[in-house]
């Protein structure tokens, strides 16, 4: 089935909602970085890569389906924070948003008959579930140290084993 062009919007929208969250976590990236956390900043350059391949993986199937794609405007990222939990709070908050969009454009989905994007957007959706969990578990456990040093080394050591995608 041809794409409708509202879904087409939809999903172009949430190529450019990617990107934003790639930029904004390669912003993170860097402050972490800079900021002498290099665990937190691998865990974070590595989720700014993986936005990325979402919002590839966006493109494709807009293209798979006959659609064009338009890149929107990217926001400019938040650049500052005051601790590692703040940087990770503001994560989790962006992950709820692209959460939000994602079931938005399901319910699009499901309103028109797209009944060829539900499988796709079913990936995104559980991708989701893994996201907020996954931010949200740190979050609590840099809120659980308190601005402790050496309980701050044990998560940046931890998150700087993560594997890439
Ligand atoms: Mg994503």
């Known amino acids: 089935m ?3 062009e509202r879904m087409e919007a939809a999903l172009n929208d949430q190529v450019t909602c990617e990107l934003d969250a790639s930029l904004a976590y390669l912003q993170m990236a860097a402050h972490l970085d800079g900021d002498d956390r290099p665990g937190m900043a691998h865990w ?9 391949g979402h919002a590839k993986q966006f493109i494709e199937f807009v293209l798979a389906r006959g659609g064009r794609v338009e890149i929107g405007r990217i926001q400019t990222p938040v650049s500052k924070f005051d601790d590692p939990v703040h940087v990770f709070e ?21 309103s028109i008959d797209d009944l060829e994007s539900l499988p796709f ?3 995104f959706l559980a ?7 996954a931010v949200g578990g740190i979050c ?9 040093e050496v309980g701050l080394a044990l998560i940046d050591h931890e998150l700087g084993s993560r594997g890439g995608e």
């Open 140 to 148: 609590e456990r840099l809120r659980r140290v308190q601005g402790d």
């Open 90 to 110: 503001e994560a989790l908050r962006h992950e709820q948003h692209v959460t939000g969009r994602i079931r938005d454009i399901y319910r699009l989905a499901t």
């Open 44 to 52: 974070m350059y590595e989720q700014s890569h993986e936005e990325a």
């Open 2 to 4: 041809a794409l409708d």
């Open 127 to 133: 991708e989701q579930v893994e996201e907020e969990a």
């Open 121 to 123: 957007l079913h990936g």
